[in-house]
């Protein structure tokens, strides 16, 4: 039965719905030697919250669409017209700048144009300095120059592009989407918004009895954050060369746009001797640093009559799945008469990673003719 999982797993996300950084230490606007008050600020107009309700409300009922945690503003932030460059002592310099969004309870941004050279690094933390995401280096150039950062929990960050005297000059990138979070993917914001323990009662969290046996399969699914601002589910797949290729397959319902943005955040789940096993229990988040994420993707395939999309991860290298302790989903292309159940493991609405079973036997059925 194992073997059908990718199988079961399409059928039901279709109706359901360390990126690639470097551990370089901590950024050096947290060092205390740069006052982060003199970092010029770039503050949100806001949005209409209540039409963004009633848009979720419908949007969430339907499951056609990623769950959207954040509204995405439109911005244009480069060197040239925004930030401030600050040289350093040995010729090196950093640019930073701040980003403001009201009440947010995250904040994350898209880039495009994105091009770092050695030695250069890029870093996001709250201005309070309780939590980070980076360093984003040469490894996450793409030819389309797109990324997609993590979340970074708070209202005000700072962006920080370290540059090397060396290659001075040469680094580039441009902020067009800052990312307002108003539905959480973290614990501390439980009670304002609903990503945490916001899932079906059927679901509960992977570490619980229900789990047992589906071990490794566990480990090859992972969250997606789509588009900046949206969230869906997929799996780690192998193939028949067993080359560790970093293939992925997810739903074609969360595509639209291009693929280089996404973040592909693997192991969020409740850590052992936590879980929830009781459907009324919440349950909860390992917490930051969200460090094992990949960034960016290419898509290979995709199908609307099975709501499938695959997808190749394009920073994410053999050593990388192996040091995050991942797995590559095995998977059979055979129209089996025999299953008796369907287990389904997901991030469902953006919550931790949680499984469910379906006890009644899968059959088929036609969706758009």
Known sequence: MKKLFLLLFIFTISFQSNSQTTNLGVPIGWKGKLNLDNIPSKV????????????????????????RFGYKYNVNYSFQNSGIWTSLPNGDRIWQIAIECEEAITINILLNNYFLPEGASLYLYDINKTNRVGAYTNRNNRSDGELGTELIHGQKIIVEYFEPSNVMGQGRFTISNVIHGYRSLDIVQNKLSRALNSSGDCNIDVNCPLGNGWDNE?????????????????????????DGTPYFLTANHC???????????????????????????????????????????????????????????????????????????????????TVTQATCIHHPSGDVKKICRENDAPYHSNAGG
Do not use: H
């Not at 050593?319 to 991942?326: I, L, S, V």
């Open 255 to 337: 595509l639209g746009g291009g693929t280089g943005s996404w973040a592909f955040r693997f192991n969020w789940q409740s850590p052992p001797g936590t879980e929830s096993c009781a459907t009324t229990a919440n349950s909860i988040d390992p917490g930051t640093p969200y460090d094992q994420t990949a960034n960016g993707a290419t898509i290979l395939a995709s199908g609307t009559s099975a709501d499938f999309a695959l997808l190749e991860l394009n920073n994410m290298t053999l050593n990388d799945a192996k040091t995050w302790n991942c797995f590559f989903a095995g998977w059979d292309a055979s129209d089996a008469t």
């Open 44 to 67: 949100m107009p806001g949005y209409n919250q209540a039409k963004i309700d009633n848009e979720d409300a419908i949007n969430d009922a339907l499951k056609s669409s990623p769950w």
């Open 218 to 242: 566990i480990r090859s699914v992972a969250m997606i954050v789509v588009g900046g601002s949206g969230i869906c589910t997929g799996v780690l797949v192998n193939n028949t060369c067993n």
